[in-house]
């Protein structure tokens, strides 16, 4: 298995628009849209030969936000900055920034679909 087995990741929308216009705003990043197999869906950027995840958030009958089950950790530089944006936009905080000893910081909030997800900021 390769040293990071996760290659795609999808979070469920109700509302496109609306999480395109939250992701955008809260990480700074542009997601590009497109429908793949009958599903709306907006892509983060990737790159390739890179580290890390591609992913993408998806509308459709069989997406269904939720806060149980898997939670997705972002990477931040500044997850102080990221929860001041996040909350800005009617995001919850889950769970409160807290340090992890000797690994940098964590939280989590509810985005503006309704799902768990999480940050992470490396020291």
Partial sequence: MAANPVFHFEIPVTDMD???????????VRLSRRVVDGHDMAFFPRADG???????????DVYVPSKTGAILYFDVADIDAVLARATARGAAVLYAKKAVPGAGYVAEIEDSEGNRIALNQID
């Fill in 18 to 28: 609306r999480a395109v216009a939250f992701y955008q705003a809260v990480f700074g």
């Fill in 50 to 60: 890179q580290p890390g995840a591609s992913g993408a958030l998806a509308k459709g």
